[in-house]
Every structure is written in C-alpha cells, then in structure tokens.
C-alpha cells in the first residue's frame, strides 16, 4: 500500500494546545524498510508526534500519511497494522502475561504467539505471570512483544529504552533488530538516550520544540557534520564559516562545528602556522551542538 | 471488541462479588435483628422499611461504581494510549466499555433485587410498586449514566463518582424545585411534568455527551473536552426535554371522547354553564378530599376541568389538572383553581388523603371569552395555600370567595408525626380556615379568618344575599357569627358565642351551617356544640334564624331548639337550604350513634315573619337507613355520589333521589315513587335548568350529562 | 573477530565493523573459508542496524574480503589473505598517523618519538611483561 516508499510521510504537520504549538510544521519522511530515530529533548514534541500519526490526538494543520493511509480518514485501518508502545509503557497491572496477549490478539486480524512467547521467555518471562509482579525492564519486554505479536508493518516505539536498566535496553534493542528480519518492516523510534539510539538507526530526525530541525540518513549526517580545529598563533583570528556551531575560541586554537563539512573547507583552513583537523562528532556531540544553537537563537 | 468486553469484565468483577456479598448480607442481617433485638426496634414495619432502604442506595452505590471507572480508570493508570491504540474505533471502544459497564451493573442490581425479592419481600415492598418499577429504575440508570459520563470527562475514578452524586442530586433537587415554583406559572393548561420524565429526558443527553467527550475529547486536553461535554450535555438535555414535554403535552390533550367520568363542581341556576371535573377512574366529588388509594394514585394529567354551557354542551374553557370551579349566577364569570398534590404529611384525622395546595386562579369572562385575571397574590400565598375549597362568586359577580386551611395554623398544629390534636385551646374542633376574597380582577386581596369545620359539613360561610351589598358571613375564631362588610373593610358581630355548660372546660363548634334566604333578609344559621375534650354527656344544637333589618342590625327574631331526636342523633353534618319563596327552610341531617342505627331525616319548616316571628315544623319528610347524607339544597350544591340522599327543594317539591329509588314527594303528600323513566337514571343531580328540566349526571361505563324532563321523562344527552 | 562496537567512538559503526572484521584476518584469527554470522545475527549480537552489517558485507564482499555462497552464508574468501597482508599495512598507517599528530603537538621530537616506538615494540616480545 506504498506509493511512494515512504512508511510515514508528513506535511507541515501541526498541532497546537492551546496556545503552545507542540507540532510546528513538521514535514518528515520515514522510508519503508528503515529504522528512523526521532531524537529530542523532553517537551519537543516527540510522542504528541507518535500520537497524531494514531489518530489519539487530532492535527490542528497538515497532513500525515502513514503506510498509505490518511490518518484522518482511515486511523483505524492505520492501527491495524502498526505496533505501538507508549511511552513509559503503560499496561493494565492486574493482567497475567498471557491475559495482556490475549487481549491484543483478540483485536487484531494476526497474531504469532509464538514469536511473543519467544521474546518474553528470553529474559525470564513466563504467560503467567502477572504484570504487576515484573520489573520496569520486563515490563517493556512485555510491551514490545506484544506489539511485534500481531506482525505489524510499522513499529512505533515511544521512548523505548527511555528508564531502562542496561541489560532490559539490550534486550529491547536485540529484539528490535530481531524484528527488522521481516521485509519491509519499518520501525520508528523516539527517545533521548542517543549513544544506544545511533547503533541501530539508520535515518535520523533532531525535534526541538515542535521543529524538526535535522532529517537525514545518519551515515550522511555523520559525513557532513564535523568537528573542526584550528591550531593557530595567538592572536590569530580564524575565519568561522557563519552557519558554524558551538564556536570556542582559545589564544591557540579555534574549534567550530562546521554542517557542510568537505575536504575543500578543510583545505582552505591550512595556511602557514595554521594546522587544520577534522574530528567525526558522535550522534550526542551533534545533537547538542545543534540543540544548543537552536535555543539560543529562539532567545532561551 | 468482544476480547476487550471480557477485559472490562475481568477488570471489573470485583463490582459483581460486592454485590453478591451484599446480596447475601442484608438477609442475614434482618434474620439477625429480626430474632435478637426486635425488641429495641420499634416495630416490624420500621425495620422493614429501614432494610428497604438499604436495598435501594445498594442499588445505588452498584450504579455508581460500575459507571465510575469505566473511563477514568484508563486514564489514571495511564493505559488511555495503549487502549486507543487499538485498531477499533473510538466510537466501538465506547460502546464496548459502555456495555460491559452496563451489564455489570445490570447483573449486580439482579443478583441484590433477586435475592431480596425472593428472601425479603416484605422489604422491598414497602417501597411501592409504581416507585420499584418505574421511578426506581430511572434513577438508578441516571445515576449510572451519570456516573459514565463523569468518567469520561474526569481523570480519576474518585471525582467521577463524587461529581455524579453532587450533579444526580441537583438534578433531582433543580427538577422538584423547578416544579414547584412554575408550577403557578404552568397553570393555563400547560403540562406538568412528572419528576421521572425529567430525569429520563437526561439520560440520552448524558450518554451522547459522554460519547462526544470520549470520541472527540479524550486526549485533546482538558479544555476541549470540557466545553464539547458540557455543551453537548445542555443541548441534550433541552432538546430531550422539550420532546418529553411535548410528547406529554400531545398524549394528554383533552379529547371530548375520551372523558369516562364526569364529576360536577359548580352550576348556575338556570343551567348557563357547569363546571366539570373529568377524569378516567375516579367517582366522587372532587372537593371533598377522599380517602383511599385511587384519590392518591390517579394520574392528574388525566383530569381536566371544563367549563361548558348546559343549553349546547359547548365548552367554554379546559383546564388541565384537578381543582375547583366557581360560576356566576348569571354564568357570566368564571374562576378555575388547579390543585396539586403536595408533599406533606397526612392530615390528622382519620380520612387521610393528601393536601392540596392552590397553585393559582384563572377568572374568565366567559361571554366575551376574555380572560380577566391569572395567578395568586402574594398575600394569599403566605397566609393560606393548603386545601383550597368551596369557591364561590358574590351574587352581583363583583367578587369572588375561597375556602382555604389557614396554612400557618395547620403547620402549626401538625408539627409532628402523630398529631395527638391540636396542642392550643381553641373553640373550633378541626384546623383553622380561611377566606381569601377577591375582586374579579385579582385586586384587593383580602384574607378573613374564620372557621369552617370538616369537608362533610354545610358551608360555614355565606355571602350576604341582599343587593347591593358585599358582605361575608363567617364564624369568627371565637365562635361568634361575624359579617364582614367588604365595602367598608368592618367586621359586625351578628351573635355572640355560645356559652360552655357547666362543667365543660371549652365549647367547640360542631355542625355549623349558614344559609341566606334567596333574597338576603334572613339568614339560618345551625350551631352546635360540643365540650372538648369529650364527654359522655351530649352537646348543644340551636338552629337560629336571623331577620336582618334594611339599616344592617341583627335582631334575634326566632331561636329555636329542635326536636328532642336532634339532640340525641345528630352527630353528624347538617345542611340547611331555603326555598325560593323564602317561606320555608329544610334542613337535613344524619343521626344515630356511629356505626348503629344510623338515620337520615329531612325536616321542613316554615318561617313566619312578622312580630310573631317563628319556626315551625312542618314535616319530618324522610327517614331512612343509608350511608352519609348530602342536602345540597336551594339550586346549587351537586352531589355526584350515587347512593346518597338528595333532596332538592323545587316550589315546595322535593326530588329526593336515594339509592336508585327515587321519589318526587310533595310535601304535604305522601312519598311516591318517580315516573318510570326516571327510575332508570340513578345519576347524580346537579341543577334545574331555565326550562324546567333537571340536569343530571348519568353514569354507567362512563358519565355523561343529560336533560331529564321530569313530567315526561325524557332524557337529552348534553356532554359530551 | 569483532564482538561489541563502541557507540561512544567517533568512528561511525560502519568502520568499526569493517576494521573488526580486516584485524580478525589480519591477525589470523578469522581465517580464508571461516563462515561469518549472518547479517541479522551478526546485527543482534552486536546491537547494530542490519542495514550496516549488510552494508559491510557487500563492500567486503566488492574488496573481495568476503564472498557469499547462496543459501549457505558469508564466508572469508580464499584470497583474504593477500588483502590481509594490505589491510594490516593500511591499519597500522592509520594507527601511526595518529599517534605522529600527537607528537607533533606535543613537540616531540622525530627521535624521540622513533625511540618510543622501539620500545613499544621491544615490550611487545613474548616473555616481557607489558
């Protein structure tokens, strides 16, 4: 049901409460077949994001599209095939495992037992036991597998690894990536925890209050964004291409965050006395630098 | 959806275990009050009403709970997104909760009413049948949709289910006080909407804004949900209610063909127009507050007055509701007065029966078809509004007279639950009356105090006769024989009290009765008297006779004390009645111990005026065993029983009319029984019309009026 | 053989795995005819996008590192060992220029640095502590 490749596409996507726009024109892409990571801090706008492509909330503006669908026009046909977990995971804490699963399989039209069953019992988990008596980590095991039990095309996970011990953050990402082996399979992540989010996605999304500031294959990303620095004589002043960020400057050295990195720029710094780096940024690295010129430029 | 049915269910079974715990509880509570401290309750009523009770807030607190959760739970554990998430609907997911909800609630009632039903049904009876079947239900399924709707605007179960208590409440308390202050204003055939059509009425406007709040607003934030749930709620509820109004209105229109019993208030001599009181099972003069059941039960939005005129049967006004009609003597003026049934408690003597209060007063002129004055002055509303009767025009139609309970006297008297009597010294042996008297316009309100004993008695007030005055003869507080001059705003003694025997400590009124002759210079008053408390030994009784001078003195012209058998038999209501002539007078009465020999007697007499004024016996015209007499007398009392004593005074002829026999006598013959036809009739007589015909009721499956010629016989058919 | 990728590294994903796998046949550890994880097993054991694990294979398998037999897996190629040879060459520069940067802005002279390097290296035999 694609037309265009793309699982969830959106256009000046907005939405307001009351006077606060939590939304603010978004346009994002999510091709199929990827694992998209909505990276942003707290309040950006990440789950209200999630929820307008449910049909929970209703857009104020815009349009979205999600594996073909219009999610003001059919959201339930939307649901049916895409797996969700909240944020925080919230479940129905008198349920028994097996309750919770039958629940969900009762409402949609596929079902793999097994495959939950498989998820659940790698860490421990048995059908019976009930959900109030499992740790956080379980819990989200729990969430996630029934969520990947009705054979979903698209995943998406609100702050998945979000509170998470190491090893329930492990096991949420092995059974995502165990996830992915079904083609076309497309799995769209929010949260904060950036240095565990950057090894498995491989498209990428920066929200920063309701912006969708940065979208882009991370291999691109990490391609054009770099860090670099300058070692100079004192008293020297470096020219700084102007869309530079994060600029820290020393009597000896300069160092910028440039977002169009290419050997040409890097060429065009070296001179006498003047040795010139590139340095690779980590996913967090970036995100920082970027956030941070974001605020400052809407005066926070 | 059904797997997320069974969810609700399992989430919510805790509900149901409650209910089949109380279920088994309050039996075995009662058993064990019953058998151990019986003697610390009063009695088996109480407790059996108190268990009652206890059934019905069980019932509520099921209601309650199971509607409480349904949403709120969702959104105070924080599952609301994992549960909208689901590939059903909004609209779907309401339904299923709504109907897991529902028939949990429904089971729960089940297992409690069932069990009690069959364990405990004196219990549960006590409540009464209309209440358990109708009134109940309505409000506990108020209070269940209530309770959903509260949970789908609030985030806690908690709040949800305090809200739907508070707003139940108001509800409940808004509608009775809505109704009872508009009632007055209602008046003029609008409807009155019993209290269960309101609440009804809410609940589609309740479940559709429950559904718009969860549909549209669950997750939108608080604001928006709020306002469409609180719109929607108020569009709902008007639209409900104004079909509910209207479909009542509709059902209850007055249709001519559908009347099945004709009671008669009022009716001018010369038969211009009649009062009516029509109404689907009811027998029996609607002014006189009845015992029993039906009286209490009957559908008042079935009962009608109309105002018809005898000559073509046209009406001339309709009215719902019961109440009083008073006509004009030339049938120029009318005044209605609807009644509704209050809310206080029983009256302390034995007949029972519900008080009525005066909700307002129409005065129509009925030849112009104009209405002159609608509402009830402020001054009457305060003084006296309980138990309005006996409403009667001035013979010019300048004013207009009623009868009603002197309202702070009667709250007074009957402060408690059982009345022992009343607790002051007074000269009069029932509550406290008044007259309210005003003008055709509604101005000059004025409030008379003055007494009038129980329902069965003749009237104790008289309106002075002679033309061109307006003047109100009433007993006055202390006994005496007052005319207030309406004109001058004076109260005239006419005749002192009657003073105690010996021996007693305080004279009550008994049997008092005042009759104008038709052309206002004399005036029959009967007076008895009996000591309070009550002795072995017998009353007074006087039958006076008062000749009024053109110059407004009252000159004792004749006292008479009857016949030995007055004293000893009557203990019971009198009547008196003039001819036209103003020659002679008649009086009637029952007499005999109560529940023994028990007699009706008609005596005639002859007034003579002149110096030699006197009051002689002609003739004790009948005597016969039977239940209560009623002796309208001259032309216009009307009695609509078919087994009682009616004597009709006609030129010196009597139709007297008992039980199906009837006799029309002439005073110096001997009785004789009627012409053939009119045998058949058994109706109840209401007047003579200006043709010589009598108008009766006729009853059989149902009442009609007709024209019956007496010399020939033969009977017209008027209403319907 | 690579078994965990630091995601704190500058060094994207990609290049950690790929330099993992040419240091395996570098240093003999994975050797010519050795079967790889699959992608997917390789990706959930190392905690990374498929995508990247099979981004790798096919450029490994372009190099000529590794080859693909159908319905059997990935294996090192026969001719791994010749890549190896380069591939240990090209680690090491890429080690070396680092560690020549640092010396440079540490100032340190070219002796100094070379007389490091041999004990590094001295310190490297078997039977010395290191």
Known sequence: MSENGYAISTEHLTMRFGRKYALDG????????????????????????????????????????????????????????????????????????????????????????????????GVGIEMKDKLQHLSRGQRALVALAVAIGHQPDLLLLDEALTGLDPIARR????????????????????????????????????????????????????????????????????????????????????????????????????????????????????FIDLAQSKLRVEGK | MRALFLKEWRQNYLLFLFALIVAGFLPGMYALINQTWVRNWPDQWSLNQSVGVAYVVVQ??????????????????????????????????????????????????????????????????????????????????????????????????????????????????GAAMFMLMFGAVLLGGDPLVDLYLWMLSAIPAVLLASYVAFARGAMAGGRRK??????????????????????????????????????????????????????????????????????????????????????????????????????????????????????????SDMQGGDVREVRGVEIWDLERHQRLYRGFPSRFWDKARLDPRLMEWSPDGEWLLMVARNAEAYYALHSDWYPNGPSEVSPFRDDEYVLLLMRQDGSDPTVLECHEGPQDEGPAYAWDLRPGRHGVYAFARDGSLVRHDLDTGKAE?????????????????????????????????????????????????????????????????????????????????????????????????AGGRRFEDRRQMLWTM?????????????????????????????????????????????????????????????????????PSPLLALGGGFVAFDNQGRAIVVLRGEKSKLAAVDITTGKVTDIYP | MIDRIDPKSPLPIYRQIIDGICRGVAAGTLAPGEQLPSVRELAAQ??????????????????????????????????????????????????????????????????????LLREALADQKPGRKQ
């Open chain 2, 493 to 589: 003694k006419m005749w002192a009290r009657l003073p105690a025997p010996a021996g007693a400590a305080v004279y009550r009124l008994s049997r008092v009765c005042i009759a104008p002759s038709p052309d206002g210079t004399t005036v029959a008053v009967a007076v008895g008297a009996y000591p309070y408390p009550p002795r072995p030994q017998r009353k007074g009784m006087d039958l006076l006779v008062l000749a009024l001078p053109a110059d407004g003195t009252a000159l004792l012209k004749a006292a008479t004390t009857p016949v030995a058998r007055w004293t000893a038999y009557i203990n019971h209501p009198l009547w008196l009645a003039w001819s036209e002539d103003g020659r002679s007078l008649c009086a009637a009465a």
């Open chain 2, 60 to 173: 509520f607190i099921i209601a309650l709970l199971a509607g409480a959760g349904v949403i709120a739970s969702e959104t105070e554990r924080g599952t609301l997104p994992v549960l909208l998430g689901l590939p059903l609907s909004r609209g779907r997911i309401w339904l299923t909760k709504l109907a897991a909800a529902l028939t949990l609630a429904l089971s729960g009632f089940a297992v409690v009413m069932g069990t009690g039903l069959m364990v405990l049904p004196q219990t549960i009876s006590q409540l009464g049948w209309p209440t358990i079947w109708r009134d109940l239900p309505v409000c506990l399924a108020l209070a269940f949709f209530l309770a959903f709707f509260w949970s789908a605007v609030l985030n806690r179960t908690i709040s949800a289910l305090l809200a739907a208590i508070v707003f139940g409440l108001a509800i409940f308390v």
């Open chain 1, 171 to 286: 096991e949420v990402l092995r059974n995502i990536i165990d996830a992915m082996h079904e083609e076309g399979r497309t799995v769209f992540i929010t949260g904060q925890d950036i240095p565990d989010m950057e090894r498995i996605i491989d498209y990428v999304g920066f929200l920063v209050g309701g912006h969708l500031m940065v979208e882009s294959p991370l291999d691109d990303l990490k391609a054009r964004v770099k860090r670099i620095r300058v070692e100079h004589p004192a008293e020297t002043q470096v020219p700084v291409p102007s869309n530079a960020l994060n600029v820290v400057r020393h009597p000896r050295e300069t160092a910028f965050t440039v977002q169009d990195f290419s050997q040409a720029l890097l060429d065009s710094l070296a001179g006498p006395n003047l040795r010139a780096e590139a340095v690779d940024l980590s996913l967090e690295d970036m």
């Open chain 3, 46 to 115: 190392l905690l990374v996008n498929p995508n990247t694990v099979a981004r790798v294979y096919r450029d490994l398998e372009r190099d000529g590192l590794l080859e693909t037999r159908r319905g059997t897996g990935t294996f090192i190629s026969a001719g791994a060992e010749k890549l190896a040879e380069a591939e240990r060459k090209r680690l090491i520069a890429q080690k070396l220029r680092e560690v020549a940067r640092d010396v440079h802005a540490f100032g340190l002279s070219t002796e100094s640095a070379l007389q």
């Open chain 2, 226 to 347: 709020w306002w469409l749930a609180l719109v929607t709620l108020l569009a709902g509820v008007f639209v409900t209610g104004s079909l509910i109004v209207e479909v009542t209105r509709w059902q209850t229109r007055y249709q001519r063909s559908r009347v099945e019993q004709i009671a008669v208030e009022a009716a001018t001599p010369g038969g211009a127009a009649i009062g009516l009181f029509t109404e689907g099972d009811l027998a029996g003069p609607p002014s006189h507050v009845e015992a029993g059941e039906e009286m209490r039960n009957t559908d008042y939005r079935r009962q009608h007055i109309a105002v018809v005129n005898l000559q073509d049967g046209r009406e001339l006004l309709v009215r719902r509701g019961r109440g009083l009609v008073a006509v004009s003597k030339d049938g120029k003026l009318a005044a209605l007065s609807t009644g509704w049934p209050t809310l206080t408690w029983r009256t």
């Open chain 1, 26 to 121: 978004v346009s994002a892409r999510i091709p199929k077949g990827s694992i998209y990571g909505l990276l942003g801090p707290n309040g950006a706008g990440k789950t209200t994001f999630v929820r307008v492509l449910l049909n929970l909330i209703t857009p104020t503006r815009g349009t979205a599209i999600v594996l073909g669908y219009d999610v003001r026009k059919d959201p339930v046909a939307i649901r049916r095939r895409v797996g969700h977990v909240a944020a925080l995971q919230p479940l129905w804490e008198w349920m028994t495992v097996r309750e919770f699963a039958g629940l969900m399989a009762g409402c949609y039209p596929r079902w793999d037992d097994e495959a939950v069953k498989k998820i659940v019992s």
């Open chain 2, 606 to 674: 002859r007034w003579h005026q002149g110096s030699a004024a006197a009051l002689t016996t002609v003739r004790e015209v009948y005597e016969g065993q039977g239940p209560f007499p009623r002796f309208p007398g001259g032309h216009v009392r009307v009695d609509a029983r078919v087994d009682g004593l009616t004597a009709i005074l006609h030129r010196h002829r009597f139709l007297l009319w008992y039980g199906g026999e009837t006799w029309f006598v002439d005073e110096s013959a001997e009785l004789q029984p009627l």
